[in-house]
């Protein structure tokens, strides 16, 4: 069996910006094909413009309200919304509310700093080297294409 607690988990702040605890990760864990961390952001804050090139990831929100960009749409998120991240597509998440935001993040393949990217323009803390090879053809930005977002809200599910 393999069984993690979140006393045990560490919290570190990633390439994003964001304090994330690796809730279940085969590099501390010994599991195969997937991760799953909590991620932190504080009132006010945003994380880095980041994409990851082979990972996909899935953001659950557990507290607190939040503004997401995905690809080329941007757009709030609320305690149970879930959003599916493709790999390759450009995101981030502002907090808007007035208390942390914690996010489920569960990822396949696991997370690594090294298949996360910056975008180039978003933030001082990147190198030019932290560029996706294909955002020049798209004006600099990375589209979404393939990205869908799944509401819990009560007002979305009519």
Do not use: W
């Amino acid at each position: 069996m393999i069984r993690s607690s979140y006393a045990g988990a560490e919290p570190y702040v990633t390439k994003d910006g964001s304090e994330i605890r690796e809730l279940m990760h085969p590099a501390r864990h010994g599991n195969r094909a997937q991760s799953l961390a909590e991620a932190t952001v504080a009132t006010g804050a945003r994380t880095a413009l980041h994409y990851h090139g082979a990972t996909e990831e899935i953001y659950h929100i557990t507290q607190g309200l939040g503004r997401m960009t995905l690809g080329g749409e941007t757009f709030d998120v609320a305690v149970g919304d879930t959003v599916c991240i493709p790999p390759g597509t450009a995101h981030c998440v502002e907090n808007t509310g007035p208390v942390v935001l914690r996010i489920l993040c569960a990822c396949s393949p696991p997370y690594s700093h090294e298949d996360t990217a910056l975008v180039k323009g978003d933030s001082e803390r990147q190198s030019d080297d932290d560029r996706r090879p294909d955002a020049e053809a798209h004006g600099g930005s990375v589209l979404c294409r393939h990205a869908f977002t799944v509401r819990l809200a009560a007002d979305q599910r009519q």
